[in-house]
């Protein structure tokens, strides 16, 4: 790519709002391109989460490591740098908004993600990760994409 070329990578949706969300899309982004064991995902947990950065860490390793497995299609995820996301992270972050509170739907965003119907092990690692995020003070906020 030459200077002054523009990514070929779609970035439709603006990144979320919320220190929670932004965490997640970090973490996301970073265990995506440099593996669950990222050190630079490891210490953004640590700096959120103090001493108790454990619990969230290993459930986002865990629901990375089943949405890798359960997938049937590429998941597009963007440089950690970007301002903007991918329709597959907006889907994501829709799925684990509304994990907690809205499975079915949840289910459905995360079947589509996945291209396949075998989501219900991903969906309890979402369920998993917005509940570690809300009991430790940084709450996954609904991201409402178009």
Known sequence: MAYGETSPLDLPRPIPGGYGNRLFLFAVRRMATAGVNDAHAANAM???F???????LVLMRAMMLELARVS???ILVAPCCC?????DEARLMQATGQA?????????ELSVLLGNDHALGALTCLQAV???????GRPLQLYAAE
């Open 46 to 48: 640590l700096g959120a």
């Open 50 to 56: 103090g001493r108790s950065y454990r619990r969230p």
């Open 72 to 74: 049937s299609r590429k």
């Open 83 to 87: 301002a903007r996301m991918t329709a």
């Open 100 to 108: 907690l509170r809205e499975p079915n739907t949840a289910y459905d």
């Open 130 to 136: 917005a509940q570690a995020h809300n009991d430790l």
